[in-house]
């Protein structure tokens, strides 16, 4: 059994298992019924889980396009941690 993957115009990506070879160039939608085109995608990344997907994609995005900055960033405001008892009266450096 090999694993497809199509895309809906509606309902986005979903994976449809099928015998090795037996896959068409489109399948009706399992959401609404409509005709899904077959995606052609790397092996096993098919399986990479949708944030993670989101997240490459914005990576390769702004390697081609960055965002621009209109100024630098304020400087965040460094949270005093609760000294442990025992390290209260160590030399600070």
């Not at 009706?28 to 989101?54: D, F, H, I, K, Y």
Request: include cysteine; aromatic fraction near 4%; hydrophobic fraction near 40%.
């Amino acid at each position: 059994m090999a694993t497809y993957e199509y895309r809906c115009p509606h309902d986005g990506d979903f994976e449809v298992r099928l015998p090795l070879g037996q896959a068409g160039a489109s399948v009706n939608c399992p959401e609404c019924q409509r005709q899904a085109a077959r995606v052609w995608s790397a092996p096993l990344l098919a399986r990479t889980p949708r944030a993670l997907g989101a997240a490459l994609d914005r990576a390769a995005q702004s390697a081609e396009t960055p965002e621009v900055v209109s100024r630098i960033p304020g400087r965040r405001a460094v949270s005093a941690a609760p000294v442990h008892p025992a390290r209260a009266r160590l030399p600070r450096l």
